[in-house]
Structure formats: structure tokens, C-alpha cells
């Protein structure tokens, strides 16, 4: 899915480039000449069903059913494709989704000159409130992502991140993030960088997630308050639970 940044892509694009778009199926690029995707071709533009836009990057669609390659992201197969086989490529809102985001990165960089990555930013996917007031950024997302300069970095989206508020960020600080950081974006040539920041240790996990935020957020005293007579009256609880079972 594209933002405001289509009319920018198209403008990279010349008119007898070769163009993939890869995890186009909710919302195809339709200037894409491929589509590499899990989905069918039968059943692309998915977004209409729950009223976002078919497809983006005009009414015509210069790709048909023979240069739609319906393709397992998870295989780590090398694509179809010969090295530098497209001019232009595009990954919108895909790599946040895969289980292996680092092998697809590789593979545009063979199979493509020059590109275009977008994902959610980190700061939007570390919010409450997109799909619930309990769950931080969407569901089946699995990694906050971050894109400095060439460079983008993975950080698997770890489960304690849901668990307590000090890791995330409330949903009305999501509402008054400004346009431009709610996604992050890269215009790439030849190559970019990316890697995947690891993190051992329950300990170490919660500092990251939580120096993120409060880089940005300050929760209240009483929020603290709360959470800590919570976690009290639980363990008094379970202890009489273990008691009365016994």
C-alpha cells in the first residue's frame, strides 16, 4: 500500500522501464509489468473488500495474468528472475509482514537496478489502538522496522511488547503523530544495507522497547501506580489460588 509518496515513484519510473512489484496483491502498482506475491491473481485487490483503494499508480494495469508469479516468501528460493532482469522494483508495506525479510531484501537487490521500500514506521507499529486498545501496531506484523539513510534494520516485534503499557505508546499519542513519521522509506540504488538487531535476554528486550518510547512519551504517575497495585493484588491472588488447591 502506497501513501504520498506514489507520485514520486511514478516520476522514477521511465516509460519503457521494466517494473516488479513485490507483495502487491491487496493493492497491485498496476505501472508493476510483474507481480511476485503469496496470493492469487484471481483475487488481488483485497483492499477494496474493506474500502481501500483497489490498486494504486494509475487505471492501467501493465501486468496480466503470465507476469503474475504466485510465490511462498518463506521458501528462500532464488525468484524467477535473472540478475538486474528490472529497472525498478517496489516493496510497499510487505517487508514488515514476512518471515524472512532479510532474504527478500537480498533478492531485490539482485534481480533489481534501482527500487523503492516502504514499510510502517516503528514509532506507528509501537502504538496501540490500530486493530485494538490491548495490541500494539497490527497483528500480523512481525518486526518493527527502521530505515536510516541506506540502511534498513529488523527488529522482530517481540510478544512482551503487548504486555505492558510501558513498552508501547497509548493510542492517543498514535492519533497526533504527524503524516510524514508514520511510515518509513527508502529510494535505493544499486544496493542498500540491511541486517537484523538482535536482542538476547528478557531484561535486555524490555530496555529497548522501553528507552523507545519513553523517547517520545512520558506516561503519568498514576499509570505506574496502577500497574504496580495490579501486579500485587494478582500475586495475593495466585497465592490464595495455590492454597486453596493444594
Known sequence: M??????????????????????????????????????????????????????????????????????????????????????????????????????VCSELIRVSRRGYIEVPSRLLESCRGSESNRLVGLSHHRWLVDITDN??????????????????????????IPPDETIAFLFWEEKFDFSEKRIDGLDNIYE???????????????KYNIQQLTQEGNRIFKGIKRRLFI
Open 151 to 176: 540502511y534498513v534494520q529488523f527488529l522482530m516485534k517481540y510478544h512482551m511488547i503487548h504486555g505492558d503499557f510501558q513498552l508501547s505508546f497509548p493510542p492517543s499519542f498514535a492519533k497526533k
Open 2 to 103: 502506497f501513501n504520498k509518496n506514489i507520485e514520486k515513484v511514478l516520476s522514477k519510473i521511465k516509460p519503457d522501464d521494466i517494473v516488479l512489484d513485490v507483495g502487491g496483491w491487496a493493492c497491485p502498482f498496476n505501472r508493476a509489468n510483474w507481480i511476485l506475491d503469496g496470493g492469487a491473481f484471481e483475487t488481488r485487490g483485497y483492499y477494496e473488500k474493506i474500502g481501500m483503494p483497489k490498486s494504486q499508480g494509475g487505471e492501467k494495469e501493465y501486468f496480466n495474468k503470465e507476469t503474475w508469479v504466485q510465490r511462498d516468501f518463506c521458501d528462500r528460493e532464488p525468484w524467477p528472475f535473472d540478475d538486474n532482469f528490472f529497472d525498478f522494483s517496489i516493496c510497499s508495506h510487505t517487508l514488515e509482514d514476512v518471515r524472512d525479510p532479510l532474504y
Open 208 to 222: 529497548e522497547l522501553s528507552q523507545f518510547v519513553s523517547t517520545r512519551y512520558k506516561y503519568p504517575k498514576y
